[in-house]
T-cell receptor
Framework: GAVVSQHPSRVICKSGTSVKIECRSLDFQATTMFWYRQFPKKSLMLMATSNEGSKATYEQGVEKDKFLINHASLTLSTLTVTSAHPEDSSFYIC??????????FGPGTRLTVT | GDSVTQMEGPVTLSEEAFLTINCTYTATGYPSLFWYVQYPGEGLQLLLKATKADDKGSNKGFEATYRKETTSFHLEKGSVQVSDSAVYFCALTIDQGAQKLVFGQGTRLTINP
């Protein structure tokens, strides 16, 4: 149980285009979902926290107009990278929690912007 | 701000060796501490946790003790196996309501047969 999926696992897009990443909790309802970014050999950096039906809370330094987060249902959150640039290339990871301390993580999405 | 520092990797050991991965933290409050493990191609999984000083978390032969006096939460295992090869992340949270995790940089562990 407690499986979180992400789609796609890898995506390559051209500079200036937008790309959407989906995060789904497959067997539980997620009251809260989190989006992280991981740079090579670096730790996971929290980008934003989203609660179903409300606006996401972004961490300091994260551009909310560039990284659009939608948490439309208790099992789905999406991250859209708008007008992507090569510096947005990274590994994006989501997590979800039904409540309590434990977060369940997706396998991540590798974004490459050319 | 709150932060977590892990020992630099990668770490390579032989099977049945003793493992220690160091983790120290800086926090303004009283954090809960976690170790997560990421196996190849999979998402992070909670390995163990400790919520207050002197607590010992344990799972799958791994242990870590919450040491408030040294602000540490070192991960140990007495005899590692090839299947333990993974990336290990130390993390903390002090905001129980928001559940925001602060991660260390991760330590890649490779166990050779």
């Amino acid at each position: 149980g407690a499986v979180v999926s992400q789609h796609p696992s890898r995506v390559i897009c051209k500079s200036g285009t937008s790309v959407k990443i989906e995060c789904r909790s497959l067997d539980f309802q997620a009251t809260t979902m989190f989006w992280y970014r991981q740079f090579p050999k670096k730790s996971l950096m929290l980008m934003a926290t989203s609660n179903e039906g409300s606006k996401a809370t972004y961490e300091q330094g994260v551009e909310k107009d560039k990284f659009l987060i939608n948490h439309a249902s208790l099992t789905l959150s999406t991250l859209t990278v708008t007008s992507a640039h090569p510096e947005d290339s990274s590994f994006y990871i989501c997590s979800a929690t039904p409540g309590g301390y434990e977060q369940y993580f997706g396998p991540g999405t590798r974004l490459t912007v050319t | 701000g709150d932060s977590v520092t892990q020992m630099e990797g990668p770490v390579t050991l032989s099977e049945e060796a003793f493992l220690t991965i160091n983790c120290t933290y800086t926090a303004t409050g009283y954090p809960s501490l976690f170790w997560y493990v990421q196996y190849p191609g999979e998402g992070l999984q909670l390995l163990l946790k400790a919520t207050k000083a002197d607590d010992k978390g344990s799972n799958k032969g791994f242990e870590a003790t919450y040491r408030k006096e040294t602000t540490s939460f070192h991960l140990e295992k007495g005899s590692v196996q090839v299947s333990d090869s993974a990336v290990y992340f130390c993390a903390l949270t002090i905001d129980q309501g928001a559940q925001k995790l602060v991660f260390g940089q991760g330590t890649r562990l490779t166990i050779n047969p």
